[in-house]
Every structure is written in structure tokens, then in C-alpha cells.
């Protein structure tokens, strides 16, 4: 099998994103509320963006609406040239909370989804065995979740949405509820994944340090209603190691967003 082409079909150069025109309003009894208000936004295949912003400006929204969870009342958003009316195999998310089946062990939760689309026992054997090596999780293949810590939770819900061969990876806040050290950890897990699998990720944090180490681009969303206020190219080596925090550029770049953040919750 080429390196290119996952287990699940995926082949480097899918996963371009466009959103055009998204508005999203909320209705609640007799108000209306607008979270949402014309987005544009282009994410190239196998690119790694994340969006960044103050809280309730809309950024879970806007992932929502991309999974196909939530219906937009305005504009549309095309994967691949696809336009999205629901949930697809093509878009994969991982969320903050811990969404295993806990009556399921480590494999089965990886397999679930191929099991679901009716790929064979072989298959899915030869699925989960790559995803639990990328995930560095064979030696916890049976155990339940229970059993698991935070960071590997996340790496078995990491694995099962990749085990299902997505084009685009949405993760809303995956990492908030680990404790620091887990965190960089899964961060550098997470870029490994990203350069094997060739998915495109986006990606949303609070957390201007991740988003920076992670990213090829951060969008900074604002409120009232949600927009995109800038967009920050990342211009750091490809290779990231943890060194990468200490780099200029990386400072520069963390002290732009931070202020313009600050500027936009005051
Ligand atoms: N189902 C809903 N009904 C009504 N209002 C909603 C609903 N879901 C979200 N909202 C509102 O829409 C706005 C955007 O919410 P959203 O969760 O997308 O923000 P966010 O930027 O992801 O916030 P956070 O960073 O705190 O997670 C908020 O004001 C929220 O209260």
C-alpha cells in the first residue's frame, strides 16, 4: 500500500474545504440570535488550520455546521467540491469529551465505524492495527476506556475518526480538559498523525501556543456576530519539535495574536 493512500482510501491532495456566505441564526422562543454572519473561508487539502477567538464567537458553530451537525441558514460549504447537508464519512471530529463507547474495548471503538460500513473482519483488523500503531496504543488494544487515561482517550478517539478514512479531520478543542505536559504531548502525536495521514485538520483551541505549534494558518474569529477578523500564516520550520516554542518567529507571532485577542475581549 502507498504511503499516500491510507487504509481507508485517502489520497494526499483531497480535503480542500470551501466556505462560502455561512450564516448561522439562532432562534430560541421568540428571539432571534445571530452567531453566525457571512464567513468566507478556503482550506487547501492536507492543510492544518485553526481557529481561534473569544468565547461565543462562534467558532464550535462554524465546525458544526462544517461536520453536518448543524444546518447554516445562509451560504454553502463545499468538500471537495461536495456540498455538505449532513454528517459524512468524508469529515471526522474529535471533541473535548471523551466520546468512546465504554463498553467497548480500545479495538473495538477503532473498528466500530468500519464495522458499521460493512468492511470485512480482515479489513478491519488491518485498519485498527495501523491506527493503534499511529496512535501508539498496541498495548492497550483491549483494554476498555475506562481503563485509559486523558491524553490516551483522546488518542483512541483520534484514531477512530481516522479509522473511518476522512478527508478532514474537525477537532473542537480535543486537547482543553489534559493537563499541560499530556497536552504537548498529544500535540506532537497529532502532527505526526497529520504528516502520515495527509488529512486535512481543522482545528479549533483557545490555547494561542497550540495553535501556533500545530498550524500552517490560525484564523482569528470575533463576535457580534461571528466573523473572521485576521488570518496569520505560520511561518515556522515544517519539523516541529518542542525548540520550535523558543523561535522568534514563534514569540513574534504569539504576541500578535495576543494582543489582538485582548483588543477584541475588551
Ligand atoms: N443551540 C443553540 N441555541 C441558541 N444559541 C446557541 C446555540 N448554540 C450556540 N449558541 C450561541 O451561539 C454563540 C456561538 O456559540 P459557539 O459555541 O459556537 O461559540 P464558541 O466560539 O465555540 O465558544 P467557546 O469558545 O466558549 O466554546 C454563543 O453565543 C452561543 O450561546
Given at each position: 500500500m502507498s504511503e499516500a493512500i491510507g487504509v481507508a482510501g485517502v489520497e494526499a491532495g483531497q480535503g480542500s474545504i470551501t466556505i462560502r456566505g455561512i450564516g448561522k441564526t439562532y432562534r430560541t422562543g421568540k428571539t432571534n440570535f445571530r452567531?453566525?454572519?457571512?464567513i468566507d473561508l478556503d482550506i487547501g487539502a492536507n492543510e492544518f488550520v485553526t481557529i481561534l477567538g473569544p468565547?461565543?464567537?462562534?467558532k464550535s458553530t462554524l465546525l458544526r455546521i462544517v461536520a453536518g451537525l448543524e444546518e447554516s441558514n445562509e451560504g454553502v460549504i463545499n468538500v471537495d467540491g461536495d456540498t455538505v447537508v449532513g454528517p459524512g464519512a468524508d469529515r471526522g471530529m474529535v471533541f473535548q469529551g471523551y466520546t468512546l463507547f465504554p463498553w467497548l474495548t480500545v479495538r473495538q471503538n477503532i473498528e466500530y465505524g468500519p464495522k458499521l460500513k460493512g468492511v470485512s473482519i480482515l479489513d478491519r483488523r488491518a485498519i485498527s492495527n495501523r491506527y493503534l500503531r499511529i496512535t501508539r496504543l498496541e498495548s492497550f488494544a483491549s483494554r476498555f476506556p475506562k481503563q485509559l487515561s486523558g491524553g490516551m482517550k483522546q488518542r483512541v478517539a483520534i484514531a477512530r475518526a481516522l479509522a473511518n478514512g476522512p478527508k478532514v479531520l474537525l477537532m473542537d478543542e480535543p486537547f482543553g480538559a489534559l493537563d499541560a505536559q499530556t497536552k504537548l504531548e498529544m500535540q506532537e502525536a497529532l502532527l505526526e498523525v497529520w504528516e502520515r495521514e495527509k488529512t486535512t485538520v481543522l482545528f479549533i483551541t483557545h490555547d494561542i501556543d497550540e495553535a501556533i505549534f500545530l498550524s500552517q494558518r490560525i484564523v482569528v474569529m470575533g463576535a457580534g456576530p461571528g466573523h473572521i477578523v485576521r488570518e496569520f500564516p505560520v511561518t515556522l520550520p515544517a519539523e516541529r519539535t518542542s525548540d520550535v516554542r523558543e523561535h522568534p518567529d514563534f514569540l513574534k507571532l504569539r504576541r500578535e495574536i495576543a494582543a489582538l485577542l485582548k483588543h477584541k475581549e475588551e
Open positions: 452567531a453566525l454572519g457571512n468565547s461565543g464567537c462562534g
